[in-house]
């Protein structure tokens, strides 16, 4: 045991596997050191929905082993628990239990993953906020709706936490706190016993400090080894797309794109810009048309039975989504059959996407978290996305760039991110 309890809670989930694996270190002593850090830094942070230290010391001590062996998780609090209470983000389904675990959490635990507690969520996932501040300035929102995810990561207080993302609630709250965000491709992880909102949109993602610990755990879940062994095959060729909503961002997020595109470049890869169609605009409203339909219907318990006692702000978000038509709805999905084709033809050639990931640095205030304006086009399209951190704004805030790939691709647009995340500590 060559590690101290302060510096356990530092190690990447790739090395905290490979430490006991080896029987270097115990899963008991790496949750001690997260519980610690998670005392010093709660507080302030109030990333966790329910956190209890000595059922989480248990599960350690209970560990089989397994790829992810000690790996701390935390839970997003709309995925389902049989140990915790789940709650959705709402006050109405305050200490709900489910009768199982959602998949996901399932397999980490079967793996050798141990829940840390659950993160706090958005209400139902959608634009109520949490309690959860920001790590980096307490004044200011880490984002939504993964909001504790992002932030409990941020603060060292798990090595990976599940989000989940509809529009834009794993990239955009990453961005905002400093991690890491990927989105995979739609279906890579299972969302059985996820709160649903959409259908068609709902992505189950991981938070993680960096990019090869989120395609070192991925792999492990979704059984594809080859995540985590992408390789880049000669120059990285990545295109600068500003999309159609350019005005849109702020001057912190146009600085770290041309920050990144200079540490590309210095790294031996290529940028290139590249035009953005007249036809972009309209993901927007195949978007809109899309959430609008299927959520409200996903909600309709809650919009009939609960809607006097969820909050002003979800419940006006449901009527706003309500006003899509089913002839716009089958519209859109009409146009959205041929997913790759769309993607393949935004990608000009490239390996990548380089766009941006937020407006810009976290708003201040706790009121609101965040506009998903970057992130709608890429969820609607089911393409692999991730937040990779990318500096700091003029406030001393965190600001990421998001890296999108193609359908399916996740192992050669981990590989371009972690290029990219290299590059960029290396001109820091």
């Known amino acids: ?97 489910p009768a199982w675990d959602a998949p996901i959490v399932a397999l980490t635990r079967q793996l050798g993953g141990v829940v840390l507690g659950k993160t706090v969520s958005t209400e139902f996932a959608m634009s109520s906020p949490g309690k959860t501040r920001n790590p980096h300035n307490p004044a200011h929102t880490p984002g939504g709706s993964s909001s504790g995810s992002c932030a409990a990561v941020a603060a060292g207080m798990a090595q990976v936490a599940f989000g989940t993302q509809t529009a834009g609630s794993v990239v955009r709250p990453a961005s905002f706190c400093g991690v890491v965000g990927y989105k995979p491709s739609f279906g890579t992880l299972n969302r059985a016993g996820v709160k649903p909102l959409s259908e068609s949109l709902d992505h189950v993602g991981v938070i993680t400090r960096d990019v090869r610990d989120a395609a070192f755990v991925t792999a492990a879940l979704a059984e594809r080894p080859a995540l985590a062994e992408g390789a880049i095959a000669g120059p990285l060729r990545v295109g600068l797309f500003r999309t159609s909503r350019w005005d849109s961002a702020e001057p912190a997020t146009r600085a770290a794109l041309e920050r990144t595109a200079a540490a590309i470049e210095a790294a031996g890869g290529t940028v290139r810009e590249l035009p953005v169609p007249d036809s972009f605009e309209r993901l927007y409203a195949w978007f809109d048309a899309v959430m609008g339909w299927e959520t409200p219907h996903m909600l309709a318990y809650e919009r009939r039975v609960l809607g006097a006692r969820i909050s002003p702000i979800t419940l006006g978000f449901i009527e706003t989504l309500a006003k899509a038509t089913r002839e716009q709805y089958d519209a859109a999905l009409a146009a959205l059959k041929h997913r790759d084709v769309l993607v393949e033809e935004l990608l000009g050639g490239c390996d990548v996407l380089l766009t941006p990931a937020a407006p810009g640095e976290a708003p201040a205030g706790l009121g609101a978290t965040g506009d998903p304006v970057f992130n709608k086009p890429w969820t609607l399209l089911h393409a692999p996305a991730l937040s990779v951190p990318a500096g700091f704004g003029p406030n001393g805030l965190p600001v990421g760039v998001q890296v999108v790939g193609r359908i399916g691709e996740d192992a050669h647009t981990l590989a371009a991110a972690a290029f990219i995340e290299d590059a960029l500590k290396a001109t820091a």
């Open 1 to 97: 045991m060559d590690a101290t309890p302060s510096s356990l809670a530092d190690l990447s989930a790739r090395e905290t596997a490979a430490r006991v694996a080896g029987n270097t270190l115990t899963a008991e002593a790496v949750v001690a050191a997260f519980a610690e850090r998670i005392a010093a830094r709660e507080p302030q942070v109030q990333a966790f929905a329910h956190f209890d230290r000595d059922r989480a010391l248990a599960e350690a001590l209970a560990n089989a082993g397994g790829p992810l062996a000690g790996v701390t998780f935390g839970v997003k609090d709309v995925i389902d628990t049989v140990d915790m209470p789940t709650g959705y983000g709402s006050p109405v389904y305050d200490g709900y239990r």
